[in-house]
């Protein structure tokens, strides 16, 4: 087995990285949900136990959600949930909405045949499954392979990875959950994968940037509903 400059060998570091990564996922929507609020301070031991790790893979989660600009680390207290506002929400989109457009006018013109295919059997599929039995698992998984085959094709390595930590901040199944959702997916895919199809640059661009901006508010209206901002609004009461 290979080993790094610090001596561990490269699979227990990669193993490491994915509990953190677990943890920071969980932590995430823990964030987003509304389930823990800002100026919580967060325990690690509860977490630690929910997702099934020591408490070092907690630290170094919260450490990469502090990064991120969920958590903030207060000296000799621990970490505590950092604001989260409507803004930042609408921010994240707008830097996902700008790296994925730009991902698919490059694919526009770098895009293969077998690429272009695979896409429209993704999109057929989603119009089954949508007009079948929903399955909500099924839509996100779906979604999620037509945007990777989308930003694989635009042969844009770099680019991908950023867009790739801008996503990871807003958890797939919130797509899922956002009202009308899939209504955007059943109009946006197919039109986006037409552009693609005839090489227009400039249309398979915006259709992204549309596509993505499109579910905002939507977010932001779900996540009012679940209390997220409660307590701002009692005090602006």
Avoid: C
Wanted: charged share 25%; aromatic share 6%; hydrophobic share 40%.
């Amino acid at each position: 087995m290979e080993s790094t400059a610090q001596g561990l060998p490269r699979r227990v570091n990669s193993q490491r990285q994915q509990l953190s990564e677990d943890v920071a996922t969980y932590v995430r929507e823990l964030i987003i949900s509304g389930r823990v609020r800002t100026g919580e301070f967060l325990r690690t031991e509860p977490i630690a136990e929910a997702v099934g790790v020591s408490n070092t893979p907690v630290r170094e989660g919260l450490l990469l959600l502090s990064g991120e600009g969920f958590v903030e680390l207060v000296p000799r207290r621990g970490f505590m949930v950092a604001a989260f506002s409507r803004q930042d929400v609408r921010d994240l989109f707008w830097a996902q909405a700008t790296l994925a457009g730009e991902l698919a006018g490059r694919a526009a013109k770098s895009i293969t045949q077998r690429q272009l295919d695979h896409l429209a059997e993704v999109v057929a599929e989603q119009q089954r499954v949508m007009a079948g039995d929903n399955d909500s698992e099924r839509i996100v998984a779906l979604g999620h392979e037509f945007h990777r085959t989308i930003n694989l094709a635009a042969d844009s390595r770099r680019l991908a990875m950023l867009l790739g930590s801008i996503v990871k901040q807003l958890p797939n199944r919130f797509y899922g959950n956002i009202e009308g959702h899939a209504n955007e997916t059943l109009h946006f895919h197919p039109a986006i994968l037409e552009a693609l199809q005839k090489r227009r640059v400039k249309t398979a661009s915006t259709l992204m940037r549309d596509h993505i901006m499109s579910g905002a508010d939507e977010l932001i209206a779900m996540l009012e509903r679940q209390g997220m901002w409660s307590e701002e609004q009692k005090n602006t009461a």
